[in-house]
């Protein structure tokens, strides 16, 4: 297949509708390029005139054709060329926005499920860290706090649900009112079931 030579890129749709009109105008087949991916990606046109993810819209011929259609476009080509220094650091300045929102629109959603998972994780922490505490008043320890009880059942699990009375714990040597001696308590009547702390 022969090798296709750009001879105008531009992101103005107006100058680039003028300069088909000048290839047909001289009989000179071209295809184009970038042209109907404009408003694909990214935020399309916005800002720069054309999509700074695929680049401007180019024009391209034969390589046989190159320079008659070079020359026949040199007056448009300069308007552009005009046009291009003038919106050099505009062109700059959208690509890196557009980067950045790139960037944010892939982290956003991964920010989001992070912080629905934490959010989901304490809410469900905290309702298992009150019915611990509930369990533990009932038993006896009205001393227990909601952190507290939060920690016992991480720690502990299920066995923080065979905790004895607190009349029964409370007088065993070396205990103290904490959730430390609590834990300690509710993994040895774990490893003790149905044995006498």
Request: net charge positive; charged share 25%.
């Amino acid at each position: 297949m022969e090798k296709l030579v750009c001879v105008f890129e531009s992101g103005n749709a107006a100058l680039v509708f003028l300069a088909k009109s000048v290839l047909e105008h001289a009989e000179i087949p071209y295809i184009t390029k970038n042209e109907r991916v404009q408003e694909l990606f990214g935020v399309g046109r916005i800002g720069a005139g054309f999509n700074l993810v695929t680049n401007p819209i180019q024009l391209q011929v034969k390589r046989q054709f190159a320079e008659s259609a070079r020359e026949d476009l040199k007056d448009i080509a300069r308007g552009e060329s005009y046009i291009s220094e003038e919106s050099w650091w505009h062109r700059k300045f959208y690509r890196w926005t557009l980067l950045i929102i790139l960037i944010s629109s892939y982290l956003a959603p991964v920010i989001i499920f992070i912080l629905l998972i934490r959010i989901i994780y304490w809410v469900v922490l905290s309702l298992l860290g009150l019915f611990m505490k509930r369990y533990l008043h009932k038993q006896g320890y009205s001393w227990v706090k909601l952190a507290e009880a939060r920690r016992i059942f991480l720690e502990a699990g299920r066995k923080a649900y065979m905790i004895p009375r607190a009349e029964d714990v409370e007088k065993l040597p070396g205990f103290e009112r904490n959730a430390d001696s609590l834990i300690a308590v509710a993994k040895a009547a774990k490893k003790h079931k149905g044995k006498k702390l």
